[in-house]
């Protein structure tokens, strides 16, 4: 490589970085990141990922839908959603006993929704089910909270009374 090239490669650079810089979303290179191409939108529009989680105008958040093919079954579409809801809720429905079936798919990766099938004993409807799970979901997140809060507040305050201890040590208090 000549002098030369070197630096018709520099200027080369430099307006990649300017046409980049100007417009974002050109090839999805990122401008936060040495304009290495991104390969994933989201993994682009980080300030505004929290959108790909707001409905749209007349979208709902739930869609139900019965099953006429198998007795006591529904599908229910999560808009909006990912795996993490769907593998939760799938996995916690497996604990009840009146629960014949539970689990999930993601249609496409692209589009944040999924699909829960349902099957029940018939001693209570699908729709229950996820209603009651969820219930349990959020109970059990309440229970989560407040033992994390109960550890960190005893952590604080045995690292405050460290602190009153070493600062005594050293005559500092």
């Known amino acids: ?5 070197g630096a018709n490669a520099h200027s080369w650079n430099n307006r990649i970085g300017a046409l ?10 990122d401008n936060t990141k040495d304009h290495r191409h991104v390969t994933h939108k989201a993994d682009y529009d980080a300030d ?3 959108e790909l989680f707001l409905l749209d105008d007349g979208q709902q958040k739930i869609e139900h839908k019965e099953e006429t093919r198998v007795p006591n079954t529904a599908i229910f579409t999560f808009n909006k ?5 769907g593998n939760l809720l799938s996995q916690r429905l497996l604990k009840y006993e009146y629960i014949v079936f539970a689990a999930y798919k993601v249609p496409h990766p692209l589009f944040a929704t999924f699909e829960l099938r349902v099957s ?4 209570i409807t699908p729709k229950d089910a996820i209603i009651k799970c969820c219930r349990d979901v959020v109970q059990d997140l ?6 994390f809060t109960t550890e960190w507040l005893g952590k604080k305050i045995v690292s405050e009374g460290e602190a ?4 005594r040590e050293n005559n500092t208090y």
């Open 1 to 5: 490589m000549t002098e030369l090239d």
């Open 20 to 29: 980049v810089e100007h417009n974002p979303a050109c090839g999805l290179r």
């Open 48 to 50: 505004d990922r929290f």
């Open 81 to 85: 959603e990912d795996h993490t809801l």
């Open 120 to 123: 029940t004993d018939g001693t």
């Open 142 to 147: 309440g229970v989560l909270k407040n033992s």
């Open 164 to 167: 009153e201890r070493i600062a």
